[in-house]
């Protein structure tokens, strides 16, 4: 069964340092997500992006989250300058098609860990 | 805001037995409801959804059932395995045009005893 796949699993930083969060969507899905988890929390949604544009953000993704698409395989998430409460496991999610028959398929996650 | 709230935080219950999660969301757009399983370091896992044209659906082990008029659903898993021990997490979105984004309860730990 195709995944969603994620590098690095595990990613350590130090403080205002900038991470860059790697994805690989389904291939023929077209609709893609992050989403984080604190420790012992629920899963959070942060953005969505379709036709190469953010169609939806929450208020965790301030001006410090980016999204890109790069070419036709990887989706990223880039945080400019880290703080101690971004430190989450970052799940990148995608879906087929819009519409309310499509599921969503999470990939294995990155803990990311500031310093 | 969105919200969804679910119950219990916790539950343990004897191999074999029944487990019940409940979760009730505020949005009455919401149309979209999956329940997700999550182990320990995990990924969170699809592993029953339902729409808000069906009022219950079952897999196997696993059923959930969806009551618009109180906005809640609830998740039955029957004779519970060892297996089936992992956090649960229930969701809603309004899924009209797009998949709009999920809207996750706080997640049940099932303990289930040998």
């Known amino acids: 069964e195709p995944e969603v796949t994620q590098t690095p699993s595990h990613q350590v930083t130090q403080m205002g340092q900038e991470v860059i969060l790697r994805c690989v969507p389904i291939?023929?899905?077209?609709?893609f997500y992050w989403y984080r988890q604190i420790l012992g929390q629920k899963v959070e949604f942060l953005v969505s992006?379709?036709?190469?544009?953010?169609?939806?953000k929450s208020e965790i993704f301030d001006d410090q989250f980016s999204v890109e698409r790069p070419d036709g395989s990887n989706f990223t998430l880039k945080i400019r300058s880290t703080k101690l409460e971004d430190s989450a496991m970052y799940f990148c999610?995608?879906?087929?098609?819009?519409?309310?028959?499509?599921?969503?398929?999470f990939g294995s996650g990155t803990q990311l860990s500031v310093l | 805001g969105e919200n969804v709230e679910q119950h219990p935080s916790t539950l343990s219950v004897q191999e074999g037995d029944s487990a019940v999660i409940k979760c009730t969301y505020s949005?009455?757009?919401?149309?979209?409801f999956p329940w997700y399983k999550q182990e320990l370091g995990k990924r969170p896992q699809l592993i029953i959804d339902?729409?808000?044209?069906?009022g219950e659906k079952k897999d196997q082990r696993i059923a959930v059932t969806l009551n618009k008029t109180a906005k809640h659903f609830s998740l039955h898993i029957t004779e519970t395995q060892p297996e089936d021990s992992a956090v649960y997490f229930c969701?809603?979105?309004?899924?009209?045009?797009?998949?709009?984004?999920?809207?996750f309860g706080t997640g049940t730990r099932l303990q289930v005893f040998p």
């Open positions: 291939s023929n899905h077209l609709y």
């Open positions: 992006f379709y036709n190469n544009e953010i169609s939806e």
């Open positions: 999610a995608s879906s087929r098609t819009g519409g309310s028959n499509e599921k969503l398929f």
């Open positions: 339902i729409r808000s044209n069906v």
């Open positions: 969701a809603a979105s309004k899924a009209y045009r797009g998949t709009d984004k999920l809207i």
């Open positions: 949005d009455s757009a919401s149309n979209y």
